[in-house]
């Protein structure tokens, strides 16, 4: 009784939000998930308590490097997450936060598993070219994108996530400007990652309407129908992010974005990264519900 209680709390709060919640590789009790069963038990324990997003990890795929690799091995085991997902009307996505200068054979890899699981998105970092300029290293993303992007003519789109750390690619402004000059991508603002780039840039609700209007002029009207978010808690320095914290020890306010989100109309997915998973949302309902009224 107490289940149902708490997930038609949670369905009606992303109803009146307008946007899927969910979180990033794993459960409370299995904070990432390696196998397949523990993403499906993960999947049962999210639709259980209403969420409707999850992100698989990379380490999910580790044993595939080549296509056969892909189709003859683990082919049946994409295809039972997909199903569940699917039954449990659970948003997938897949995620790889480390691509290296030789990203080539990992971006046709991992896009062609997202493709079959019906991904909405494979989320990637554009930071692949570390040890060059960054004016240079930003060139190569978006040839490197289209390229991959052309080349596989797939309907999965690639993510393009902001990063923390000033010294890399990944502003927001540099997201903005590879999806803007590519092919079948979509930008995935982690608003933590912002919040740190810009030493605590994030203050006011006027902060997050900001950027959320600069990405609106610029990607356009479709992005407010369908964005995609990362909410994380950051602690940061000069040059920006160091690691993560738990959103309770944050100091960015996820009232700000809700209130934005809910003002300016913007639908899609929120994502939550935080330690302790699926728990740290149903400890906010209560909150979060208010944010909503």
């Not at 896009?111 to 692949?128: E, Y």
């Not at 933590?192 to 990607?219: C, E, N, P, S």
């Not at 699926?278 to 208010?290: A, F, H, P, T």
Request: aromatic content about 8%; glycine content about 8%; hydrophobic content about 40%.
């Amino acid at each position: 009784m107490y289940e149902m209680l708490i997930r038609k709390k949670a369905l009606k709060i992303q109803e009146r939000l307008g946007m899927r919640i969910g979180i990033v590789e794993g459960t409370s009790r299995i904070p990432l998930a390696r196998t397949t069963e523990q993403v499906l038990n993960a999947l049962r324990e999210i639709y259980k308590v209403g969420l409707k997003a999850f992100v698989l990890p990379r380490e999910l795929f580790s044993g595939i490097e080549t296509g056969a690799d892909l189709y003859k091995a683990k082919y049946g085991d994409l295809l039972r997450i997909k199903e569940l997902a699917k039954k449990y009307n659970i948003e997938l996505a897949l995620r790889h936060t480390a691509l290296t200068d030789q990203p080539d054979n990992t971006l046709r890899i991992f896009c062609n598993i997202a493709s079959i699981m019906d991904c909405r998105t494979f989320i990637v970092r554009p930071t692949f070219y570390a040890r060059m300029p960054q004016d240079q290293a930003l060139k190569l993303v978006v040839y490197k994108i289209n390229e991959i992007m052309t080349a596989l003519r797939l309907d999965v789109k690639l993510g393009v996530e902001t990063t923390g750390r000033m010294n890399e690619v990944g502003s927001l402004e540099d997201v903005v400007d590879i999806v803007k000059r590519t092919t079948r991508t979509e930008p995935i603002l982690n608003w933590g990652y912002i919040h740190a780039r810009g030493t605590g840039a994030l203050r006011t609700q006027d902060d997050f309407k900001r950027i959320m209007d600069t990405v609106h002029r610029d990607v356009g009207e479709g992005w407010v129908q369908n964005a995609y978010f990362i909410f994380s808690g950051v602690s940061y320095g000069p040059s920006g992010f160091i690691r993560h914290v738990p959103l309770a020890r944050s100091d960015i306010n996820l009232e700000y974005l809700v209130r934005e989100v809910m003002g300016l109309g913007v639908k899609g997915t929120l994502i939550f990264e935080d330690p302790e998973k699926e728990k740290y949302i149903l400890k906010n309902l209560e909150k979060i519900g208010d944010m909503v009224r």
